[in-house]
Structures are given as structure tokens and as C-alpha cells.
């Protein structure tokens, strides 16, 4: 873990920084899971890279020899002082001084006009809303290479339909073909956080895997069904109000699907079906 720890105390030294926990500030000091992050994202000349919180810079360092651009959005002002200073000397570097869920990603992407990847080791504190901006908002990118914690990193990664999946899993696979790349320990981070982390990358699917004919009422059949995990589909459903039980059940049984199934056993496609048969029923 040599140049990347080193760079890491030096920073932090000569800029009196401490991480800031209330940010998820956990610094990258293992070269070998930067170098993988970086061997993973597959960067090239033609990329845009959007990197979310860069922090002291270790990953954008690597990312700016390789990258056509690289635009890195940080909340901390502190950090942003840093990267100015270190990175004053690119001209294919921008800085964005910003909370990334107020960022206005399509527009960024839109005015770069370049093959667009996000890279991150994300803060922890806002893994779900992050992940869910960059997939729901239909952004023109090609790839999201990223550090979570280690059991968000199963649930996004996950298989529909088996007991590791959640409600995010069948969104995050309806966009995009997830991929586990490496767990990390702790010990790969200044301060280590209290979980094992992993790499994770989500190729954005240029078509859908299933037909959905209204993609409101099929992710809301989807929440629905897993906000009472232990319960049946018919009980989430008729619980929350989505549908009426009787008029559930008829479409449960035209499916030949048994009633008694939770969400977790149902596939993207099952899902799929039944939402289009709520929808036509309800025409
Ligand atoms: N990329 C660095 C590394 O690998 O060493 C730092 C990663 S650290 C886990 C997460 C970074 O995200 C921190 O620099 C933190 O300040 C920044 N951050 C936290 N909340 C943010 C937000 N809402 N928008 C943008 N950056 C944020």
C-alpha cells in the first residue's frame, strides 16, 4: 500500500486535515484496490469522467493521466482547496464545489459531449440516494465503477429472485448489469470504517431486460412488495393500498403464480407480467 498511503499522510499532514466522519471521509491508502478501481473503470482518452467525492485526490490522480476529462463534484470545502492546489497544473481537470445529489448530472454529461463514466469510492452515508440518482435519472453514461460497504455491495450486486435481493436490486438490474470486482478490508482505508467494503460495477443496459408497459406502477409494485420482507406478495400489495386482494388474486392465478410467494422468490420478468396485467385490468 506504498504510494498511496504516503501521499495520504503527507496531505493530511501538511494540510492539518482530519477525515470528517459526518462526510464519510474513509482516504483510499491500498494501491492495489486504486489501481483496480482505475484497471476497472476502463479509461480512455475519449472518457469524461465524473468522479464523486475525490477527497485528497488518490483516485483522480490516476484518473487524470488516463482520462480525456475528469470532473470531480466534492461537498467539503476543505478537500476542494487541496485538489485545487494539486491539480492546478491540468488542463483536463474540473472542480465542482457541491453537494452531488443537487448537481444537475444531465446537463454536466449533455455539455461535455464525451463518453461519460462515473468513478467513486462513495460516502457511505448516502450509498442508496447516490446510486439511485445516477441510474433513475436516465443519464447518458456508459458505466458506474464504484466502492460501497460490503452488504449494500450484495443487494445492488444481487440476483433477482434470490434471498440477498431487495427492492434496489431488481431497480439497479433493470438499468444495468451489475458485477462484483473485490471485497476490501478495512484496513485499506485512513480511518478504516467499521465495515468490509467491496468494488462493484454497473454497466448501464442500452436496452431493457423485460417489457414494462408503466414503470411507475411496476417499481411502486416492486416497493410495495418488499416493505414487509417477511410477508406475502398478496399482503404487501393489498397493505399498502396498491390494489385490491380479490382483483390481485385473479391476476396472481391467470399467471399461475402461487399465492402464498413473497417478492424475494418473484424475477424481473415475474414482476413484469404482473405489473402489465394491473395495468391492462385497470383500463
Ligand atoms: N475518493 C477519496 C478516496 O478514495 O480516498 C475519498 C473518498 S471518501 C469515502 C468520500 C468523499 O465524498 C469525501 O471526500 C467526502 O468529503 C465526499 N462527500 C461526502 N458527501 C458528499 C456529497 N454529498 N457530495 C459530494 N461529495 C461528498
Given at each position: 500500500m506504498e504510494n498511496a498511503y504516503k501521499e495520504t499522510k503527507f496531505l493530511m499532514d501538511k494540510y492539518h486535515i482530519s477525515a470528517n466522519k459526518n462526510l464519510g471521509q474513509n482516504f483510499l491508502i491500498d494501491d492495489d484496490v486504486v489501481n483496480k478501481i482505475v484497471e476497472t473503470a476502463n479509461i480512455s482518452k475519449e472518457d469524461l469522467i465524473i468522479e464523486i467525492g475525490p477527497g485528497l485526490g488518490t483516485l483522480t490522480s490516476r484518473m487524470l493521466e488516463k482520462a480525456g476529462k475528469v470532473i470531480a463534484i466534492e461537498l467539503d470545502k476543505k478537500m476542494v482547496a487541496i485538489l485545487q492546489d494539486r491539480f492546478a497544473?491540468?488542463?483536463?481537470f474540473e472542480l465542482i464545489n457541491e453537494d452531488v445529489l443537487k448537481v444537475d448530472l444531465k446537463n454536466l454529461i449533455q455539455k461535455n459531449k464525451k463518453n461519460t463514466k462515473i468513478v467513486a469510492n462513495l460516502p457511505y452515508y448516502i450509498t442508496t440516494p447516490i446510486i439511485m440518482k445516477l441510474i433513475e435519472d436516465k443519464l447518458n453514461i456508459e458505466s458506474i465503477t464504484v466502492m460501497v460497504q460490503k452488504e449494500v455491495a450484495q443487494r445492488l450486486t444481487a440476483e433477482p429472485g434470490t434471498n440477498l435481493s431487495g427492492a434496489i436490486t431488481y431497480t439497479v438490474n433493470y438499468y444495468c448489469i451489475p458485477e462484483e470486482i473485490m471485497v476490501v478490508p478495512n484496513s485499506s482505508f485512513i480511518p478504516a470504517p467499521e465495515v468490509e467494503s467491496e468494488v462493484i460495477k454497473l454497466l448501464i443496459r442500452k436496452e431493457p431486460p423485460v417489457k414494462v408497459e408503466n414503470l411507475e406502477n411496476f417499481f411502486k409494485l416492486i416497493k410495495v412488495s418488499f416493505m414487509q420482507r417477511r410477508k406475502t406478495l398478496i399482503n404487501g400489495v393489498t397493505n399498502s393500498n396498491f390494489m385490491e386482494k380479490e382483483l390481485f388474486k385473479q391476476i396472481l392465478t391467470k399467471l399461475e403464480i402461487n399465492e402464498k410467494i413473497r417478492g424475494e422468490d418473484l424475477s424481473l420478468e415475474d414482476f413484469a407480467k404482473i405489473s402489465n396485467e394491473c395495468i391492462k385490468i385497470s383500463k
Open positions: 497544473l491540468y488542463k483536463n
